[in-house]
Antibody, heavy 119, light 107 residues
C-alpha cells in the first residue's frame, strides 16, 4: 500500500525557516517524480514544487522560487521541502504527492502538514 | 502560466441527480488534464487523468471529457459521499496550475 506521511510542520515567525519531510513507502520511491502542493486556509490547491527521480530537474512556482528548496533522498525514501524567509501568505497545509507513472498526475497524497506563519 | 478557470464556483444538486462541472484552460493543454476530489481534513483524491481516464478505484459514475481548452467532469447519480470540492489541474508544462475549485453541495 502506498503511503506518504508528512512531518515537520508547526508555528514559525515571519522570516523564519522550516523543513518539511515526507516519508514514502509501498512503492519504489526512486522511480517517481514527487511534488509538494499546498492549500492556504479557505483557498484552493496550489502546486509548489516538483523534483525528478534523480533530482536533476526541479521546478517551483514563482512565488516560492529562491525561498523554498525541494530535495529528496532516495536511499531514505524521503522527500523534503526547505522553507526559508517565511511569510504570512505561506501559511497552509502542505501535501506531499507522488507524480504517477506516464501521463498519470498526482495519484497519491499524504494527509498534509500544517505550517502557520505568525508572530 | 496557464490559467485554469472552473465553473460554477458552487453547484447545488440533490442526491441521485447528475452534475456537470466545467474547466477551461487559458491555452491548449491537449489532454494533460486531471480532476481531483477534496474533502475537508482529507488528502485530495485523483479522479481523472489524461482528461478522460478514471484513476484506479474510481467509480464509473465519474467521467471526464474534453481536450485542448474545454473540459468537463460529469458525475451521474450523486451519492452522499460525492459532495466535496473538485479541482481541475493541467500538467502540460511548468508551472502546474489548479483551478479555484467547484464546491458540490447538497441541495
Amino acid at each position: 500500500e502506498v503511503q506518504l506521511v508528512e512531518s515537520g510542520g508547526g508555528l514559525v515567525q515571519p522570516g523564519g525557516s522550516l523543513r518539511l519531510s515526507c516519508a514514502a513507502s509501498g512503492f519504489t520511491f526512486s522511480r517517481y517524480w514527487m511534488a509538494w502542493v499546498r492549500q492556504a486556509p479557505g483557498k484552493g490547491l496550489e502546486w509548489v514544487a516538483s523534483i525528478r527521480e534523480d533530482s536533476i530537474e526541479r521546478y517551483s512556482v514563482d512565488s516560492v522560487t529562491g525561498r523554498f528548496t525541494i530535495s529528496r533522498d532516495n536511499a531514505q525514501n524521503s522527500l523534503y521541502l526547505e522553507i526559508n524567509s517565511l511569510r504570512a501568505e505561506d501559511t497552509a497545509v502542505y501535501y506531499c504527492a507522488r507524480d504517477g507513472p506516464g501521463i498519470v498526475e498526482f495519484d497519491y497524497w499524504g494527509q498534509g502538514a500544517l505550517v502557520t506563519v505568525s508572530s | 502560466e496557464i490559467v485554469m478557470t472552473q465553473s460554477p464556483a458552487i453547484l447545488s444538486v440533490s442526491p441521485g441527480e447528475g452534475a456537470t462541472l466545467s474547466c477551461r484552460a487559458s491555452q491548449s493543454v491537449s489532454s494533460n488534464l486531471a480532476w481531483y476530489q477534496h474533502k475537508p481534513g482529507q488528502a485530495p483524491r485523483l479522479l481523472i487523468y489524461g482528461a478522460s481516464t478514471r484513476a484506479t478505484g474510481i467509480p464509473a459514475r465519474f467521467s471526464g471529457s474534453g481536450s485542448g481548452t474545454e473540459f468537463t467532469l460529469t458525475i451521474s447519480s450523486l451519492q452522499s459521499e460525492d459532495f466535496a470540492v473538485y479541482y481541475c489541474q493541467h500538467y502540460k508544462n511548468w508551472p502546474r496550475t489548479f483551478g479555484r475549485g467547484t464546491t458540490l453541495e447538497i441541495k
